[in-house]
């Protein structure tokens, strides 16, 4: 079973910064491409971005290209997501999870289209990040 805490988020205005940490286990952390998602109130749960086993490639989703960094520690089985000027539609509960081995799947190289994991079952509680004037 693979386990995830996430954790870093709050409450900030709009054009502020947050770093969010996850942490995770049961998995060959480093043999895994990882992946940031976030799902608002009422909406899907969307992928982000995303960083192969290596932190040689990392992808982004237009929403949060040239806002949001994906970085990785694998010595700490940690996944981090530096996020700048947020906005308050960056208002949502955000996952981490793995992707697929070593590299990050094909949905991540079209940063237009919108990515829905529905196969993926052991989410973490998120952490939540609220973006308020």
């Known amino acids: 079973l693979v386990q995830a805490v996430e954790s870093g988020g709050g409450l900030v205005q709009p054009g502020e910064s947050l770093r969010l940490s996850c942490t995770s286990s049961?998995?060959?952390?480093?043999?895994?491409?990882m992946a940031w998602f976030r799902q608002a109130p009422g909406e899907e749960r969307e992928g982000l971005a995303c960083s192969s086993h290596s932190s040689s490639t990392h992808y982004y989703k237009a929403t949060v290209k040239d806002r949001f960094t994906i970085s990785r520690y694998n010595a700490k089985n940690t996944l981090y997501l530096q996020m700048d000027r947020l906005k308050p539609e960056d208002t949502a509960t955000y996952y981490c999870?793995?992707?697929?081995?070593?590299?990050?799947?094909?949905?991540?190289?079209?940063?237009?289209?919108?990515?829905?994991?529905?196969?993926?079952?052991?989410w973490g509680q998120g952490t939540q990040v609220m973006v308020f004037s």
């Open positions: 999870a793995p992707d697929r081995p070593r590299y990050c799947s094909l949905t991540w190289f079209n940063p237009a289209a919108k990515y829905v994991n529905d196969e993926y079952k052991d």
């Open positions: 049961g998995l060959n952390f480093d043999d895994y491409a």
